[in-house]
């Protein structure tokens, strides 16, 4: 355990260090969608029989956590990788791999969590009207964890910043736009609905719309995170195990 709180004080110096930078980077792109979406494009429209500005809150919250775990883990990862050199000492020292893993993906899910927090203070602000509970926490934190374990797994995988770009346009961008976050998937084509389906942020989009919305729990989306983030840790406990023995 005494790996995990290391790295979990070392994340916090680094986020008291940067406390602006990281609230206003967590905080723009948010604020875009809600005035891009909400207040521009969706003034009057009603889907599902919520308003759009209510509608997407959920959405915005999903992939804005989304987001910011999965760049939280990856690029400070890479970063010591290939810039700073200090990764390898982590990966030859005496220490756990399962616990360097776990705390590099808590400390990406924290961000994450914090980010969320953010844009629900901002939610409030505005006036939208949304279900609170710990359900909701406990789904938030849980696509945190999940993404924040993608980051680390790409982060060691990758050898360049042009890989890790190329990771984002293809994986994490597509996920973005398509997963449900902006718009019902009632329209969309079945066999690319099908698909979409698949996606961990539609099952995160899901979950978290309709505790925000109904205040109900969509308790097979849950599972189904779960059995993502349960998997992703695991991978990212083997890639790191296997950097060892490379």
Known sequence: MMEIQTILWREFIFFRNNFFRITSSAVMSPLLYFIAFGWGLGH???????PYNQYIVPGIIALSSMGTSFN???IRILVSKLHERSFEFYMTA??????????NIIAGALRG?????LILTI?????????????????????????ASFGYIAAMVVNTH???????????TPMTFLCGTFFSLD???????????ILPLTHA??????????????YSSVVILLLFFVSLLSIGVYVSNREIKG
Not at 162 to 172: A, G, H, Q
Not at 205 to 218: A, E, P
Request: hydrophobic share 55%.
């Open 72 to 74: 939280a883990v990856s």
């Open 162 to 172: 042009y890989d890790m770009n190329r990771f984002n346009t293809f994986v994490i």
């Open 113 to 117: 969590l914090y980010a969320a927090s």
């Open 44 to 50: 009057g429209v009603v889907i599902d029989g919520h």
């Open 187 to 197: 329209n969309m084509p079945v066999i690319l609905r099908n698909f979409i389906n």
């Open 123 to 147: 939610t409030l602000l505005f006036g939208i009207q949304v279900h609170l509970s710990l359900s909701l926490l406990f789904v938030v934190f849980l696509n945190c964890l999940l993404f």
């Open 94 to 103: 005496p220490v756990r791999m399962s616990f360097l893993t776990l705390g």
């Open 205 to 218: 989009t899901k979950s978290i719309r309709s505790l925000m919305l109904l205040g109900d729990t969509n």
